[in-house]
């Protein structure tokens, strides 16, 4: 007997559920499609990121007007000056641990003491930044577009953090060392590897002390964990490295190292304001990026969410506070982009779908609303960066320009401190170095030390130290014939503002002084 059974029969019902053979391709197709379209984009968005600044890496001026005092920083490691003294009317230093100012002050050693030696380290270290994002998403999800992909997204909020990334600032390296530190955390193995975490974790806190919640809150979520006996290693370490280094640089600073450190930043105000600030920058930079996070965040190791929960409070708790400014998001940035670049790997298909077209979208908007020409330094900027230090020089003394201690160090003459440094000192409750600064100022108006001061707005020098129009004169510059200005201060692309000179009084008149700063001469020469 002939056996005939029905085509319908042998169907099983989950074959009976598949769509098409061309349709189940596409579907198929699609995750990886979507991965390489994200990597492919964030490619450019690197590849942006690095046009502007090579472009910009050897200008020998500011680019944003607190690099000065980093340079300054490195100039006094050099010439062996300390790096935290008591406030003075020439320096006070910025509220950050030494490490970036050494790694720096390591590589003026042999390029010179110049802005394309600390931005060298900023460059690469931003480099490396994007490097361990990626190795790091590619590692836990087995896709290289992935990582791409997330590293790009993250250098794509290069233009909307006001392009910090290659400043000669502490961020990058601190951004390196706390993505480098995470890597390392998630794929210890043995007690090198725990070692190795708390080196990396420990660098990150003194390169910016917030780095500290980090260290915290990864050993916390590993001590949780299978691996508890390494998160020991990795926590003492920590706490011996930070520990020995505080004390050291406490005590070789006659105590003023843990004042401008751990004192001084948290005595400053709260600014209300920033509270709504922090979520704007976050959601308007990365707020699709953000979607794709939280699609994700269910199946994310529990130290690298913690780690990246602690990267987000870094930025909150830092931009709260008065002082705060955009680079402060960067932490928050990076963390948004490593979990959405572990959800674009993700094994599930719709969740890498939507991810990456989240994480693509995002991408695109960051680097359309981008403008890289208007973060170039123009001729017209370096030359009259140029003329302002070559008229200190002319004018002889030590002329101070009080938001760029940079341009004295240039001119070869003596710098002022620099007025945020100064505010953070002054707003704070310490009597001793609030007397230590005045006293220094009120002196170094009195002896007349400062041939000229430049400033770029009305507001008097030093903070306006006791008797200081008794002694100093105020002279505006005069405009041109077509009613324009030609000293700059600071030197970089921003509208021109009219330059303050005050000059000791009876050493002159404002209009030879103000002529010889702007590179011309005095009537009587």
């Avoid at 910016?208 to 590993?222: I, Y």
Wanted: charged share 15%; proline share 5%; aromatic share 8%.
């Amino acid at each position: 007997m002939t056996l005939s059974i029905s085509r319908d029969i042998l169907l099983r019902p989950q074959d009976a559920a598949k769509p098409p053979l061309g349709r189940a391709s596409r579907w198929q197709r699609a995750p990886r499609a979507a991965q390489m379209v994200a990597a492919l984009v964030g490619l450019v968005a690197i590849g942006a990121y690095l046009f502007v600044a090579l472009r910009r890496l050897d200008y020998p001026f500011a680019l944003e007007q607190l690099e000065g005092n980093s340079l300054v920083e490195v100039h006094r490691i050099l010439t062996r000056q300390p790096l935290y003294p008591a406030p003075t009317a020439g320096y006070v230093p910025d509220g950050y641990p030494p490490l970036y100012f050494f790694v720096s002050a390591a590589v003026a050693r042999v390029l010179g003491v110049s802005y394309l030696s600390l931005r060298l380290v900023s460059l690469i270290s931003s480099l490396a930044c994007f490097a361990l994002l990626a190795r790091l998403v590619q590692r836990e999800t087995g896709s290289i577009a992935a990582g791409t992909g997330a590293a790009g997204m993250f250098a794509a909020t290069y233009f909307v953090a006001g392009t910090w990334f290659d400043f000669a600032r502490v961020d990058s390296l601190f951004l390196a060392l706390s993505i480098g530190g995470l890597y390392a955390a998630r794929h210890m193995r043995a007690a090198r590897g725990a070692i190795a975490v708390g080196v990396l974790l420990t660098a990150a806190a003194l390169t910016k002390q917030t780095g500290l919640a980090e260290g915290v809150a990864v050993v916390a979520a590993l001590l949780t964990g299978p691996r508890r006996r390494l998160a020991c290693v990795a926590a003492l370490t920590e706490v011996a490295l930070f520990g020995v280094s505080t004390f050291v640089l406490r005590l070789t600073s006659g105590g003023w190292y843990t004042y401008y450190i751990f004192r001084q930043m948290s005595e400053h105000s709260l600014t209300y304001g920033n509270f709504g600030w922090f979520w704007t920058a976050l959601l308007t930079a990365t707020g699709l990026a953000a979607c794709a996070a939280l699609i994700g965040a269910r199946r994310v190791p529990r130290e690298l969410l913690a780690g990246c929960a602690a990267l987000a409070v870094e930025g909150y708790a830092t931009l709260v506070h008065s002082g705060g400014a955009i680079n402060d998001m960067l932490p928050a940035y990076l963390a948004v982009a490593l979990l959405a670049g572990l959800a674009l790997g993700s094994a599930v298909r719709w969740v890498t779908i939507v991810s990456g077209a989240l994480v693509l979208t995002q991408s695109v908007f960051l680097l359309a609303s981008s403008h890289p020409s208007q973060a170039i330094p123009t001729s017209a900027d370096r030359a009259a960066g140029e003329r302002l230090v070559a008229g200190m020089r002319a004018f002889g003394g030590d002329v101070a320009v009080t938001g760029d201690p940079s341009l004295s160090l240039l001119a070869g003459t003596v710098p002022a401190a620099v007025p945020g440094a100064v505010h953070d000192v002054l707003r704070a409750t310490d009597k001793a170095g609030i007397a230590s600064y005045r006293d220094s100022a009120y002196e170094a108006v009195k002896s007349r030390q400062f041939s000229a001061f430049i400033t770029a707005s009305l507001g008097q020098p030093l903070n306006n130290p006791p008797d200081l129009v008794q002694y100093y004169q105020e002279c505006l510059q005069p405009l041109t014939a077509e009613g324009t200005v030609t000293l700059l201060v600071p030197v970089v692309q921003r509208p021109a503002r009219r330059a303050v000179v005050w000059i000791p009084r009876g050493s002159g008149s404002c209009a030879d002084a103000t002529a010889v700063l702007d590179g011309g001469k005095a009537e009587g020469s």
